[in-house]
T-cell receptor, first 110, second 112 residues
């Protein structure tokens, strides 16, 4: 069974800092990997989707990379802002299944 | 329009009640999903509908009954729930299975 792990579980940084969130998965036979953010008590907002054939996707201050062979993805956030404070989740899909990591709770201090 | 709507936002029900959750999207997506999320945990997939047919049922108890009346609408019928079923229920849709998923805001369910 696919297992998805996100490290660290929580992260607190001062505003303006660049940061990296990590996502690892045990089965490299994935179809795609998606990064989401979730604000407390709310639904998930899609940030980036990387297909298994892709290495990288960028949107604004966000950059996500995928190394399928090593079972890793990173989400890079440039020049962090207090509004970036949320829980960030990665999810992988393979063989008709969808697996979420347990998330990284990010706090950006003003 | 990349919006998925869910109603109601909050629902409190007794263990003998019957209620339904509703999810709607108008993006022309052909895959729709139900997830359950407990506090401080990631979402857990419950059901997937693809082209209005149930394609995945993650061994969900029969007290949860999904329905897809048309390509834009997804319902989750609830009956004889237990207090441990209290959670945030999230609906999502995607152009097709394995494409980018868009989530609704969720229904906060409390079973008393």
């Amino acid at each position: 069974k696919q297992e998805v792990t996100q490290i660290p579980a929580a992260l607190s940084v001062p505003e303006g800092e660049n940061l990296v969130l990590n996502c690892s998965f045990t089965d490299s036979a994935i179809y795609n990997l998606q990064w989401f953010r979730q604000d407390p008590g709310k639904g998930l907002t899609s940030l980036l989707l990387i297909q298994s054939s892709q290495r990288e996707q960028t949107s604004g201050r966000l950059n996500a990379s995928l190394d399928k062979s090593s079972g890793r993805s990173t989400l890079y956030i440039a020049a962090s802002q207090p509004g970036d404070s949320a829980t960030y989740l990665c999810a992988v899909s393979n063989f008709n299944k969808f697996y979420f990591g347990s998330g990284t709770k990010l706090n950006v201090k003003p | 329009d990349t919006e998925v709507t869910q109603t109601p936002k909050h629902l409190v029900m007794g263990m003998t009640n019957k209620k339904s959750l509703k999810c709607e999207q108008h993006m022309g997506h052909r895959a729709m999903y139900w997830y359950k999320q407990k506090a401080k945990k990631p979402p857990e997939l419950m059901f997937v509908y693809s082209y209005e047919k149930l394609s995945i049922n993650e061994s969900v108890p029969s007290r949860f009954s999904p329905e897809c009346p048309n390509s834009s609408l997804l319902n989750l019928h609830l009956h004889a729930l237990q207090p441990e079923d209290s959670a945030l229920y999230l609906c999502a849709s995607s152009q097709d299975q394995y494409y980018e998923q868009y989530f609704g805001p969720g229904t906060r369910l409390t079973v008393t």
